[in-house]
T-cell receptor
Framework: DARVTQTPRHKVTEMGQEVTMRCQPI?????VFWYRQTMMQGLELLAY????????DSGMPKDRFSAEMPDATLATLKIQPSEPRDSAVYFC????????????????FGPGTRLTVL | DQQVKQNSPSLSVQEGRISILNCDYT??????FLWYKKYPAEGPTFLIS?????DKNEDGRFTVFLNKSAKHLSLHIVPSQPGDSAVYFC?????????FGAGTRLTVKP
C-alpha cells in the first residue's frame, strides 16, 4: 500500500526555534510538492521538486524557509527561525511528472504535519 | 491573490440529493483542473479532474463541469451519501503553478 509519509505529525515549538518537517514520497514518484494549509488561504503551494531538483519555490518565504531533497526518498522543509504566523498544517505530496513543469497527473498527499508556533 | 475561489465555505444536503460545489478562477492560463476531497486529520485525496479541452468529465457519481468563458467549474455528486461529507478543494494548474481554493465543507445528512 504505497503512500506518502510525513513526520512529525504534530509539532509544537516556541517562536525562534528551528523546525524540520520530513516527507517520504511514494517510491517511483519523481515530483514532490510542499503545501501549507491555513484557514484563510486554503492550500498554498510552497515549492516543488522534479527529479530532486527544485523547479519552483516562489510560494515560499525565502528568508526563513528552505526545502531540499537530499535523496529520492526524503524531502525536507525547514523553518528557521519559526514565527507564530507559520502555524499551519504542512502537506507533502508526490506524483509522476512528465513535462518541464507541473504535469497533468494527480498528486498523492501525505497526512500532514500540524505545526504550532507559540 | 486568490486565483482560485470557492465562495461557499460550507454546504449541507440531504442524502440521495445532488450536491453542487462551485469554483471560480481568474487566471486564463490555467488548463487543468482538479477536485480533491479531504477528511479530518488526513491529507487531501484526488477525486476527479478535467482538462481545459473538455467541458465535462464523469466518474461514477461524480461529474465535473468546466465553463471556460465564465472561468467556472463545478462538481456534482449524485446521489449524495453520508460518506461524502468532507472538505472539497478545487485546484487549477498551468505548466508552472497550481492553486487551490479555500475549500467547501460538504455535510450530507442521512
Amino acid at each position: 500500500d504505497a503512500r506518502v509519509t510525513q513526520t512529525p505529525r504534530h509539532k509544537v515549538t516556541e517562536m525562534g526555534q528551528e523546525v524540520t518537517m520530513r516527507c517520504q514520497p511514494i517510491l517511483g514518484h519523481n515530483t514532490v510538492f510542499w503545501y501549507r494549509q491555513t484557514m484563510m488561504q486554503g492550500l498554498e503551494l510552497l515549492a516543488y521538486f522534479r527529479n530532486r531538483a527544485p523547479l519552483d519555490d516562489s510560494g515560499m518565504p525565502k528568508d526563513r524557509f528552505s526545502a531540499e531533497m537530499p535523496d529520492a526518498t526524503l524531502a525536507t522543509l525547514k523553518i528557521q527561525p519559526s514565527e507564530p504566523r507559520d502555524s499551519a498544517v504542512y502537506f507533502c505530496a508526490s506524483g509522476l511528472g512528465t513535462s518541464g513543469g507541473l504535469s497533468y497527473n494527480e498528486q498523492f498527499f501525505g497526512p500532514g504535519t500540524r505545526l504550532t508556533v507559540l | 491573490d486568490q486565483q482560485v475561489k470557492q465562495n461557499s465555505p460550507s454546504l449541507s444536503v440531504q442524502e440521495g440529493r445532488i450536491s453542487i460545489l462551485n469554483c471560480d478562477y481568474t487566471n486564463s492560463m490555467f488548463d487543468y483542473f482538479l477536485w480533491y476531497k479531504k477528511y479530518p486529520a488526513e491529507g487531501p485525496t484526488f477525486l476527479i479532474s478535467i482538462s481545459s479541452i473538455k467541458d465535462k468529465n464523469e466518474d461514477g457519481r461524480f461529474t465535473v463541469f468546466l465553463n471556460k468563458s465564465a472561468k467556472h467549474l463545478s462538481l456534482h455528486i449524485v446521489p449524495s451519501q453520508p460518506g461524502d461529507s468532507a472538505v472539497y478543494f478545487c485546484a487549477a494548474s498551468d505548466n508552472n503553478d497550481m492553486r487551490f481554493g479555500a475549500g467547501t465543507r460538504l455535510t450530507v445528512k442521512p
